[in-house]
């Protein structure tokens, strides 16, 4: 089994270029989320998704939308670029909300 | 919005000594979770406290919830250079609307040097 993974790696952006992040998993868990990295601040939550169809804003949604179309994949997708959405992105899943959440290997982003 | 302070922010030590990392807040959790990170990796669970006052301990590593579950503390005992990482807090709320979501401490960056 693969667990969570990301595509892509890492990836630069213009300021106003568009970009989607894509999130797969294996598990058959009902819960993912997209988080943020930055130093000093810990993972904050962008969106998430309780299953399939379904999504919910987190903490910093702004500037971000999601979708999930299937139960295994959580996209996250920015519109226009902007240099403060430069960070290391990472995508997470679950079987329950109050359990282990496993995490990919992160995609950083940089926004010039 | 819940927080979680985590203290310290930055902690670096010699191999062989101890160390305690803090996670506080003004919240009540129904859970608390420990995740250990290494440099271009994602977080990978340690152990996760639900009851207050409890103690769990994974070989060198002892984990505490307090007693009222708003803080819980990570003691590390005789670190080793391979303890080298990110340690992030996350307290996890059942209910309300928070179900679902996990509140992340800023994290502590141990480096245990031979």
């Known amino acids: 089994n693969a667990g969570v993974t990301q595509t892509p790696k890492f990836r630069v952006l213009k300021t106003g270029q568009s970009m989607t992040l894509l999130c797969a998993q294996d598990?058959?868990?009902?819960?993912m989320y997209w988080y943020r990295q930055d130093p000093g601040m810990g993972l904050r939550l962008i969106h998430y998704?309780?299953?399939?169809?379904?999504?919910a804003k987190g903490e910093v949604p702004d500037g971000y939308n999601v979708s999930r179309l299937k139960k295994q994949n959580f996209l996250l997708g920015l519109e226009s670029a902007a240099p403060s959405q430069t960070s290391v992105y990472f995508c997470?899943?679950?079987?329950?909300?109050?359990?282990?959440?496993?995490f990919g290997p992160g995609t950083r982003l940089t926004v010039l | 919005t819940q927080l979680l302070e985590q203290s310290p922010q930055f902690l670096s030590i010699q191999e062989g000594e101890n160390l305690t990392v803090y996670c506080n807040s003004s919240?009540?959790?129904?859970?608390l979770q420990w995740y250990r990170q290494e440099p271009g990796e994602g977080p990978v669970l340690l152990v996760t406290?639900?009851?207050?006052?409890e103690v769990k301990k994974l070989k060198r590593l002892t984990f505490q919830f307090g007693d009222a579950r708003k803080d819980s503390s990570l003691h590390i005992t005789a670190a080793q250079p391979g303890d080298t990482g990110l340690y992030l807090c996350?307290?996890?709320?059942?209910?309300?609307?928070?179900?679902?979501?996990?509140?992340f401490g800023q994290g502590t960056i141990l480096t245990v040097h031979p």
């Open positions: 919240s009540v959790f129904s859970s």
């Open positions: 998704s309780v299953g399939e169809g379904t999504t």
């Open positions: 997470a899943s679950s079987y329950s909300p109050i359990v282990e959440q496993f």
């Open positions: 406290v639900v009851t207050g006052g």
């Open positions: 598990m058959n868990h009902e819960y």
């Open positions: 996350a307290g996890n709320n059942a209910g309300g609307t928070s179900y679902g979501k996990l509140t």
